[in-house]
């Protein structure tokens, strides 16, 4: 699937879970975040969790995210310019960084150093299993140092996607929790399944919201082109909010 807007630059949005209605909303809300002249196109992984929810599913779609590529890059001459990869886990991501010849971010990466902007912030996202996991991710990730707390709902994100209007209410106290609880100047949404979700909540907070899938559409471009070989984004130009 592709949307074209111009045909000068191409980001390819890799969903490591097997689900093609996840894929087809992360496409959308990168698409809708990213500059013009952006073609994006997305795959969806062939094998592992219909939404990574556990530490056998993450192992899973490390793998996954590195089959979509070489499926991808094998039906193709010419390479994206950026790479996002749909998972708040960013599995895969330092192998796939090794192997593109593009910058390459995921949502967790991406999200981090936008709040990073801001000053301390706080994770919330769908599926309990979430926040052990995120213990053992984040301290690979710049930023991590960022982050008071992780907060979860019982839903999970496949939850969340498949009824974003039931799940508004289960998030909106969380977010709200999150506020009395730390003090921090931003707070993540993270997950493709919470996709959209910080722009139907901010109205209602005090406290800024960041969309971790429009995080990572941002980021991916502030690399610039010739820079080659997946660095990562954020660590090539400041943030426009900086600039």
């Not at 990574?52 to 070489?70: K, N």
């Not at 895969?92 to 593009?102: F, I, K, M, S, V």
């Amino acid at each position: 699937m592709s949307h074209k807007r111009g045909r000068q630059r191409r980001l390819l949005v890799i969903n490591p879970n097997t689900t093609s209605s996840i894929t087809e909303r992360v496409q959308q809300a990168i698409h809708a975040e990213s500059p013009p002249d952006v073609w994006t196109e997305a795959v969806t992984a062939r094998f592992g969790a219909p939404y990574i929810g556990d530490p056998c599913g993450y192992a899973v779609a490390a793998h996954a995210t590195l089959e979509s590529w070489a499926r991808y890059s094998s039906q193709r001459t010419l390479g994206p310019d950026g790479i996002v990869i749909a998972c708040f886990g960013d599995p895969g991501l330092l192998a796939l960084r090794e192997l593109a010849n593009c910058p390459v971010t995921g949502l967790a990466e991406a999200a981090l150093a936008q709040a990073a902007d801001f000053g301390r912030c706080a994770i919330l996202t769908g599926g309990q299993a979430w926040k052990p996991m995120l213990e053992r991710l984040l301290p690979d990730l710049a930023h991590a140092d960022r982050v008071c707390g992780i907060e979860t709902v019982e839903l999970s994100g496949a939850q969340i996607h498949a009824d974003p209007q039931a799940a508004e209410a289960v998030l909106l106290q969380a977010c709200r929790r999150i506020e009395q609880r730390w003090p921090v100047d931003s707070l993540i949404l993270g997950g493709a399944g919470l996709a959209g979700m910080a722009a139907r909540l901010q109205d209602r907070l005090q406290l800024r919201l960041i969309d971790s899938v429009a995080a990572a559409a941002r980021q991916v471009w502030l690399a610039p082109p010739s820079l080659g070989r997946g660095a990562p984004p954020w660590l090539l130009q400041p943030s426009p909010r900086n600039s």
